[in-house]
């Protein structure tokens, strides 16, 4: 059985992690990325060249490499592929692929932020407190960030002194000084939760843990594969939300994907990529049977050179 990693940058474990789950059932994982310099592809199997997701050929060549390389299941990993690949969905799962990626509908809900907002509510989850377009807050401080986008650029916390009206564009929430938690979830491929590992988020840069701790959190967990089965979202998904330890949480955005420091739930027990392979080769017993999940595990990054010679670089 083979894997597709797309958009793979960095994303280094994320590779280690397929080929883990795929080499005793001899498959293996390519990747692609539109630059040569993409780290993630040389840690692959193999490296595909793939136009860019809005190019008219995109559809045509994915299905040429699945078909000639006998791709089983394809992982998205960039926010900005997964409308074009929802939308392709259904002619591969016809061809025997399975593309990781949720619907449509469930898609707009994670990547418009007023729009999970009253998912939420739908839902009977908490979210921040929350004020429309032009609405001046009655409690301050209060953070504003962009209503499109991910990793917590363009996110700022105003003061009372400091405040101006804000655009049809921006969310107008109360600042939350409560400690923030990433849960990754794992749905199955046709929506049905698995299991969710929670780790607080100990250090951030640019939007993401450096520092994350796994922790115990079944109110947490529970509640996140709850709004994610809401969602109707499939396979692994980020949830972002802040916690106190005892009450709801406050959900802040979910991403449809993997994130940057998911191999830390991977390796606590999460097992993700494992259990996805399983799912996709028909594995459903031992994919669905929930894995035990080691609290305490701490991730701590830190920067590592790959060095590759020019001519390397061509082979991508």
Same mark, same amino acid.
């Given at each position: 059985?083979?894997?597709?990693?797309?958009?793979?940058?960095?994303?280094?474990?994320? %590779?280690?992690?397929?080929?883990?789950?795929?080499?005793?059932?001899?498959?293996?994982?390519?990747?692609?990325?539109?630059?040569?310099?993409?780290?993630?592809?040389?840690?692959?199997?193999?490296?595909?060249?793939?136009?860019?997701?809005?190019?008219?050929?995109?559809?045509?060549?994915?299905?040429? %490499?699945?078909?000639?390389?006998?791709?089983?299941?394809?992982?998205?990993?960039?926010?900005?592929?997964?409308?074009?690949?929802?939308?392709?969905?259904?002619?591969?799962?016809?061809?025997?692929?399975?593309?990781?990626?949720?619907?449509?509908?469930?898609?707009?809900?994670?990547?418009?932020?007023?729009?999970?907002?009253?998912? &939420?509510?739908?839902?009977?989850?908490?979210?921040?407190?929350?004020?429309?377009?032009?609405?001046?807050?009655?409690?301050?401080?209060?953070?504003?960030?962009?209503?499109?986008?991910?990793?917590?650029?363009?996110?700022?916390?105003?003061?009372?002194?400091?405040?101006? !009206?804000?655009?049809?564009?921006?969310? %107008?929430?109360?600042? &939350?000084?409560?400690?923030?938690?990433?849960?990754?979830?794992?749905?199955?491929?046709?929506?049905?939760?698995?299991?969710?590992?929670?780790?607080?988020?100990? !250090?951030?840069?640019?939007?993401?843990?450096?520092?994350?701790? %796994?922790?115990?959190?079944?109110?947490?967990?529970?509640?996140?594969?709850?709004?994610?089965?809401?969602?109707?979202?499939?396979?692994?998904?980020?949830?972002?939300?802040?916690?106190?330890?005892?009450?709801?949480?406050?959900?802040?955005?979910?991403?449809?994907?993997?994130?940057?420091?998911?191999?830390?739930?991977?390796?606590?027990?999460?097992?993700?990529?494992?259990?996805?392979?399983?799912?996709?080769?028909?594995?459903?017993?031992?994919?669905?049977?929930?894995?035990?999940?080691?609290?305490?595990?701490?991730?701590?990054?830190?920067?590592?050179?790959?060095?590759?010679?020019?001519?390397?670089?061509?082979?991508?």
């Amino acid at each position: 059985m083979n894997v597709l990693i797309l958009s793979v940058a960095s994303k280094v474990l994320l %590779v280690q992690s397929f080929r883990a789950a795929v080499g005793p059932r001899g498959g293996r994982v390519l990747a692609t990325d539109l630059g040569s310099d993409s780290a993630g592809l040389y840690f692959a199997d193999g490296v595909v060249n793939l136009p860019r997701t809005d190019s008219p050929d995109f559809e045509e060549a994915l299905l040429r %490499v699945c078909k000639d390389e006998r791709v089983s299941l394809v992982i998205p990993t960039r926010d900005g592929e997964l409308p074009v690949l929802a939308g392709l969905k259904g002619c591969f799962r016809s061809e025997g692929i399975e593309v990781l990626v949720a619907a449509h509908e469930a898609l707009a809900d994670c990547g418009d932020k007023r729009r999970f907002v009253a998912a &939420c509510a739908r839902l009977g989850l908490r979210t921040p407190r929350t004020w429309g377009p032009g609405e001046t807050p009655d409690e301050f401080p209060v953070y504003v960030r962009p209503r499109f986008g991910t990793g917590g650029a363009g996110g700022l916390q105003i003061e009372a002194a400091d405040w101006k !009206l804000q655009g049809e564009h921006m969310l %107008v929430q109360s600042f &939350c000084p409560l400690a923030e938690y990433s849960v990754d979830v794992l749905m199955d491929l046709a929506g049905v939760p698995l299991q969710a590992v929670a780790r607080r988020r100990l !250090l951030v840069r640019a939007g993401e843990a450096v520092k994350s701790q %796994v922790e115990s959190a079944a109110v947490l967990t529970e509640a996140s594969l709850e709004l994610c089965t809401g969602l109707g979202l499939v396979g692994h998904n980020v949830v972002q939300a802040f916690w106190d330890g005892l009450g709801e949480p406050l959900f802040i955005e979910v991403n449809p994907r993997f994130g940057g420091a998911s191999n830390l739930s991977i390796q606590a027990g999460l097992a993700s990529p494992e259990r996805l392979v399983m799912l996709a080769a028909g594995e459903e017993e031992a994919a669905r049977r929930p894995r035990p999940v080691r609290c305490g595990l701490t991730m701590l990054r830190y920067s590592q050179d790959l060095l590759v010679e020019a001519d390397q670089l061509a082979r991508a």
